[in-house]
């Protein structure tokens, strides 16, 4: 059975950022701003819905779907798309699924102890 996600996860380190959004094709600006932001992440998990909130000092960020259920997404705010997404469980992973203009994005979101990692 997933583990249930539901918490307050305050940031602690990134690792690789800027290579990994070079490889997504973000734009500079927006790569080296992106690296300075120390996002926390709120995750309530009810069930198979979820509301994942990511929190940032330039701008939060809301998803709120029901687990492998594929919704419209709009990611302006972030990179400029809109996409299908999917969000379901590989075993104790997370995994986002987003179907659109860009080929294979998503990320996958896991626990170690009590550590998120993305």
Request: glycine residues 8%; negative net charge; contains cysteine.
């Amino acid at each position: 059975m997933p583990p249930n996600l539901t918490g307050y996860y305050r940031f602690v380190s990134q690792e690789n950022m800027d290579s990994y959004l070079r490889a997504l094709d973000i734009n500079v600006v927006l790569r080296k701003l992106v690296c300075l932001l120390k996002p926390d992440k709120e995750i309530i998990h009810t069930g198979d819905h979820m509301i994942i909130r990511t929190i940032t000092t330039l701008r939060d960020y809301v998803m709120d779907f029901d687990l492998g259920v594929q919704f419209e997404e709009d990611l302006g705010p972030v990179d400029g798309r809109k996409c299908q997404t999917t969000v379901s469980w590989e075993g104790d992973q997370l995994v986002c699924e987003q179907l659109g203009e860009k080929r294979n994005r998503g990320w996958r979101h896991w626990l170690e102890g009590d550590q998120l990692h993305l």
